[in-house]
């Protein structure tokens, strides 16, 4: 049973080409629909990775779940101390409170559907996360909202391990 009980009465339709889209090639983020067009059900997102490349760095959120449906490719996925690959088709959700990352499989593309729930208005944090990228906010900027986000940084050797290995 669930304990939250989403609060909107329209269906909510995104069509690809009226998403937002947030950085480029190798990570792209289409923004899909926040907490607040869900009632507080959801937030949800279409990640792209190219060759590789990095999705999320370690971190944890306290007051949601996270989902991650790969579409096509295939994707590494942290959660604690596992690493977990996972293929077209393959589903991984990961509870409240658990460190988890992702990114591409070394040499691979991955193409991700993920939902947080329930949603945090996170559409904010990727454009903040553009910023940084773009050289026009600090990375240490993104400590200050962590707490906003839900979005907690940690470190986690396990994912080190697999990402920056002596065989990569």
């Known amino acids: 049973m669930s304990l939250i009980v989403p609060t909107f009465d329209e ?15 190798p990570t792209t983020v289409r923004l899909l629909a926040d907490s607040g067009s869900t009632g507080g059900a959801l937030s949800t997102q279409r990640v792209t990775l190219t060759q590789g490349a990095d999705g999320a760095s370690p971190h944890r959120h306290d007051g949601s779940a996270e989902m991650f449906f790969v579409l096509d490719g295939a994707a590494e996925l942290l959660s ?6 996972a ?3 393959d589903l991984v959700v990961v509870p409240p409170g658990r460190p988890h990352a992702f990114a591409a499989v070394p040499g691979c593309d991955a193409d991700l559907l993920i939902v947080i729930t ?17 050289g026009e906010d600090t990375p240490e900027s993104l400590l200050g909202v ?10 986690s050797p396990a994912w080190d391990a697999q990402r920056r290995g002596p065989e990569r």
């Open 11 to 25: 269906t909510v339709v995104v069509r690809e080409a009226e998403a937002e889209v947030v950085g480029r090639a």
């Open 87 to 89: 293929g077209p088709g």
């Open 80 to 85: 604690a101390e596992q690493i977990v690959t």
């Open 146 to 155: 962590q707490d906003l986000y839900d979005n907690h940084f940690l470190h």
């Open 118 to 134: 329930p949603g945090v208005e996170r559409f904010e944090y990727f454009r903040h996360l553009r910023r940084v990228a773009l």
